[in-house]
């Protein structure tokens, strides 16, 4: 049985605040690292493929990923390849920053463990790079593009307070049931067509 800690939701302050950093010492303590695995332990259960620490209450800068096979399984191949999704294996970052590669805009429905129930079309850059420390604060960079690039951008913008609702197409919102009822095998043309462009 493995233990998990509770997400807060949206109005919680703490997803309204800038986290701080960790320092090296801080990163290999003891804290940190049982902090590390509750924080699997509860994007896992959730589940998610990412979680950023100002969620489960920290306000520190320490975010995990992963973007496990099984999770893409029913998914059909060309929603994969047009999000640019593959797998992502476990990473934790701490103190990470954001470098953007390329700004072209790639616009997907997203959805946020402390946004529970709903989803938007969000426009996120198509290729970044992320500076930051792993586990044991060696020193770690990351290339990334399309869905793995989204997931990095979403759980950056945890650590400055910010929610993929600040950055919605604010017409696409809508509740995780109407997406799979009214829009989970459209593409997002053809669901920005319908629900009308606000961008
Ligand atoms: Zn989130």
Same mark, same amino acid.
């Given at each position: 049985?493995?233990?998990t800690?509770?997400i807060?939701?949206?109005?919680?302050?703490?997803?309204?605040?800038?986290?701080?950093?960790?320092?090296?010492d801080e990163?290999?303590? *003891?804290?940190? @690292? &049982?902090? #590390?695995v509750?924080? +699997?332990?509860?994007m $896992?259960?959730?589940?998610? =493929?990412?979680?950023?620490a100002?969620q489960?209450?920290?306000?520190i800068?320490?975010?995990v990923i992963?973007?496990? *096979?099984?999770? @893409? &399984?029913? #998914?059909?191949?060309e +929603?994969?390849?047009? $999000?640019?999704?593959?797998p =992502?294996?476990?990473q934790?970052i701490a103190?990470?920053?954001?470098?953007?590669?390329?700004?072209?805009?790639?616009r997907?429905?997203?959805?946020?463990?402390?946004v529970?129930?709903?989803?938007a079309?969000?426009?996120?850059?198509?290729n970044?790079r992320?500076?930051?420390?792993?586990?044991?604060?060696?020193?770690v960079?990351?290339a990334?593009?399309?869905?793995y690039?989204?997931?990095?951008?979403h759980?950056?913008?945890?650590l400055?307070?910010t929610?993929?609702?600040?950055r919605?197409l604010?017409?696409?919102f809508?509740?995780?049931?109407?997406?799979?009822?009214?829009?989970?095998?459209?593409s997002?043309?053809?669901v920005?067509?319908?629900?009308?462009?606000?961008?």
């Open positions: 049985m493995s233990m800690l509770k807060v939701q949206a109005g919680d302050p703490v997803l309204r605040q800038a986290a701080r950093p960790l320092s090296e990163i290999r303590g *003891a804290a940190i @690292q &049982q902090l #590390i509750l924080m +699997r332990e509860t $896992r259960d959730a589940p998610g =493929v990412g979680l950023a100002p489960i209450g920290e306000s800068r320490l975010l992963e973007d496990r *096979a099984e999770y @893409q &399984q029913g #998914i059909a191949p +929603r994969l390849a047009e $999000r640019e999704r593959a =992502v294996p476990f934790v103190n990470p920053v954001l470098t953007v590669l390329d700004p072209s805009p790639r997907f429905f997203e959805g946020c463990l402390s529970s129930g709903f989803a079309i969000t426009a996120r850059h198509a970044v992320v500076d930051g420390l792993d586990e044991h604060a060696e020193p960079s990351i990334a593009r399309g869905w690039a989204r997931i990095l951008q759980e950056i913008d945890h400055d307070g929610l993929y609702v600040d919605m604010t017409r696409s809508m509740t995780d049931a109407s997406y799979r009822k009214h829009w989970l095998d459209r997002v043309a053809e920005s067509a319908a629900l009308g462009r606000n961008e």
